[in-house]
T-cell receptor, first 115, second 115 residues
Framework: GNSVTQMEGPVTLSEEAFLTINCTYT??????LFWYVQYPGEGLQLLLK?????DKGSNKGFEATYRKETTSFHLEKGSVQVSDSAVYFC??????????????FGGGTRVLVKP | GAGVSQSPSNKVTEKGKDVELRCDPI?????LYWYRQSLGQGLEFLIY????????KSGLPSDRFSAERTGGSVSTLTIQRTQQEDSAVYLC?????????????FGPGTRLTVT
């Protein structure tokens, strides 16, 4: 079956530091890949996505590239802010008709940015 | 426009009682998903609706769990004879399947506590 593995947290950084959260996946076929973010006290929000190999998703200074050869979708941001403190989830969706694009999530990585 | 809404936001129930959780998806979204977020299991898929039918129920953990969707809109997740391990945040998401977008929009969740 499908699975997503992401680095465990918490990750603690200083403001303006570089952030990388590793994510690798196992899937049949060619899934779409996502990063969702959950800010404190809020619901899950889509941060970025990539639907095919070599696509780069980007949003709010975050980037991730769909690497089919390494089955990875690592999240990066060059200069984090305190407001980036949140839990980040890597996810994939399977496009088979029965699965209906249901999401398989990684375990989540808590990021804490200190001023 | 209005997002996905869920009710109640919090529910405390005694072990053995039945509970109903409600989800109102974004208007016009044909796909609806239920997920569960718990400390031990992370974020896991429960069930997927396309219109009023559920092609994928593979994530329901036991026959105490059931869900229905009426009018292609509101969905209810029912848990019978609740157990302490059912304590979790239950998330609903909707998606405009049929478009090129695979984004799922999440509601704020219902926090269920079984005492």
């Amino acid at each position: 079956g499908n699975s997503v593995t992401q680095m465990e947290g918490p990750v603690t950084l200083s403001e303006e530091a570089f952030l990388t959260i590793n994510c690798t996946y196992t899937a049949t076929g060619y899934p779409s890949l996502f990063w969702y973010v959950q800010y404190p006290g809020e619901g899950l929000q889509l941060l970025l996505k990539a639907t095919k190999a070599d696509d780069k998703g980007s949003n709010k200074g975050f980037e991730a590239t769909y690497r089919k050869e390494t089955t990875s979708f690592h999240l990066e941001k060059g200069s984090v802010q305190v407001s980036d403190s949140a839990v980040y989830f890597c996810a994939l969706s399977d496009h088979t008709k029965a699965a209906g694009n249901k999401l398989t999530f990684g375990g989540g990585t808590r990021v804490l940015v200190k001023p | 426009g209005a997002g996905v809404s869920q009710s109640p936001s919090n529910k405390v129930t005694e072990k053995g009682k039945d509970v109903e959780l409600r989800c109102d998806p974004i208007s016009g979204h044909t796909a609806l998903y239920w997920y569960r977020q718990s400390l031990g299991q992370g974020l896991e898929f429960l069930i997927y609706f396309q219109g009023n039918s559920a092609p994928d129920k593979s994530g329901l953990p036991s026959d105490r769990f059931s869900a229905e969707r009426t009018g292609g809109s509101v969905s209810t997740l029912t848990i019978q004879r609740t157990q302490q391990e059912d304590s979790a945040v239950y998330l609903c998401a909707s998606s405009p399947l049929g478009s090129n977008s695979y984004e799922q929009y999440f509601g704020p969740g219902t926090r269920l506590t079984v005492t």
